[in-house]
């Protein structure tokens, strides 16, 4: 079993920056890839970023690439996502998601996953 906990979201007005972050527990194995998503209202959930645990280049969604950065802090089992210059279109729902292996095919991709975090709201006014 994997436990993800978001948090760090907010409001702000466009431009403007926010560091989300996700702290996992649970079966490591479970999470070696870890992902971002995000849902606005009416729209289905998207990939935003996606990181292999174990290194290697991560994964942006075309919408957000040079303005949101994913990283992670092992020591402290920790996932975060950078976002700058936001945009009122980036208000959504954002969760955390983990799963122990992928077809790189689908590593943005909601059915890729198996376990979700709660999620965190970020509104860009």
């Known amino acids: 079993q994997v436990q993800l906990v978001e948090s760090g979201g907010g409001s702000v007005p466009a431009g403007g920056s926010l560091r989300l972050s996700c702290v996992a527990s649970g079966n490591t194995y479970s999470r070696a890839w870890m992902g971002w998503f995000r849902q606005a209202p009416g729209k289905e959930r998207e990939g935003v970023a996606a990181?292999?645990?174990?290194?290697?280049?991560?994964y942006y969604a075309d919408s957000v690439k040079g303005r949101f950065t994913i990283s992670q802090d092992n020591a402290k089992d920790t996932l975060y996502l950078q976002m700058n210059s936001l945009k009122p279109e980036d208000t959504a729902m954002y969760y955390c998601a983990a799963q122990s292996g992928l077809n790189i095919r689908y590593v943005l991709q909601e059915v890729a996953y198996s376990y979700w975090g709660q999620g965190t709201q970020v509104t860009v006014s």
């Open positions: 990181i292999y645990t174990g290194g290697g280049s991560p």
